[in-house]
């Protein structure tokens, strides 16, 4: 019998994971208590943008394998297996990860669970958390014994959620027994013959696969942005250093783009609920370095808001600046954590008049950050600007012609806090370029 599928939270994750078991031909519901959201899925809108998800999201919708609901009834009545997709943002004041909606959804769920099924967490939790919620489930579902519970992290990108979910590079499940095992066996029979590895584990271990990956690639951008600050101080060229270490298999090339850091939903909020629980399991000194990835983070932000101030004659009051970029990343209109509108955000406090265009993030950037000005274009944002700021390595921003943009703007000054810009030709057109931990570009 071919597993039915809820997927409960239909934010990024939740949106994409529940279309794509759609996808791969499996029934499904898809459930939110945010009664709106359900509405605009229903309706075949995605509310964030994600390449190729909204075509899929119809597909499904129209051909009626996907469907939406409120009722955690429903989903209970309806689903096999129940993927658990909800957000665990940061606490308030705290490092530590809020797991209240995860654990909402338990509560909410498991008093309808009258049948043999299958709750798989697929949320970023504290180590620890899927013992605690399988007792949960045990004490509150009619079922007894015949509803479990398994932990499967989701190690989507977003910008590439779709294909990261249909085709991952693995699949790590925690589970309590051979029969969850062999439910996740046919949930993900497709990936497992294309041959995804498939990891079984306990509890503990998928829990922490999920941030000890998260860690890794946060240490991989702090170390090649420390990297940046010695070349500043030295004369060196990061991006010429990143290729140069890069080139050996055992360190790669990948996420050694040096620039203003990473943001977003995902690293800086895990690295933070790493050390927290580390501390609450008496190891914090096992992660006490990622307090300096952090810091280290942060500091490239600072650091760019100081180049931005240099290239305006060392005071940004009565200065304007145009910053290309506002989502954490290309490809993606989440602003959360960006880089971007933290260093507009900073200069604007300094006292410049702040413009800012991003291809997609902008009716998100103005809900987080109304004060700053936003401009419907390149153009718009770079008139009379002082110095352009590039922020976010759109492939827009890339393919702007130096020569047009220098007739509109006051000053041809250029920070780009990506390094993915072509210096040459900047520079051909008469741009002053500021690449970080390029101390050799003039
Ligand atoms: C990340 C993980 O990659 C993913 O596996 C996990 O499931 C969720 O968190 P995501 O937040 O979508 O995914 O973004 P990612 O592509 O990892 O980028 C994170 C940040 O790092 C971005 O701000 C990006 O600009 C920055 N980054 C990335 C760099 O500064 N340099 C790099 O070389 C790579």
Redesign the pocket.
Known sequence: MTQRISVIGTGYLGTTHAVCMAELGFEVVGMDVDTEKITKLSQGYVPFYEPDLEPLLRKHVESGRLRLTSSYAEVADFGDVHFICVGTPQRKGEFAADVSYVEDVVEGLAPHLRRQCLLVGKS?VPVGTADHLAQRVAELAPAGAAAELAWNP??????FAVE?TLKPDRLVIGVSSDHAEQVLREVYAEQIAAGTPFLVTNYATAELS?VA??AF??T??SF??AMAELCEHAGGDVTMLADAIGYDDRIGR??????????????PK?IRAFMARAGELGADQALTFLREVDAINIRRRTRTVDMARECCDGSFVGKRVAVLGAA??PN?D?VRD??ALNVAGLIQLQGAQVSVYDPKAMTNASRYFPTLDYADSIKAACGGAHVVLHL??WREFRDIDPVQLGEVVAQRYVVDG?NALDVGRWEAAGWTYRGLGRGVVS
Request: with cysteine.
């Open positions: 970023t989701e190690f989507l990108r977003e910008g990261d999920k990956a998260n690639l946060a991989k951008i090649i942005n990948k996420f050694l783009n040096s620039g203003i850091g990473f943001g977003g939903g995902c690293l895990d954490f990343k993606s989440d960006s880089p976010t390595e990506r």
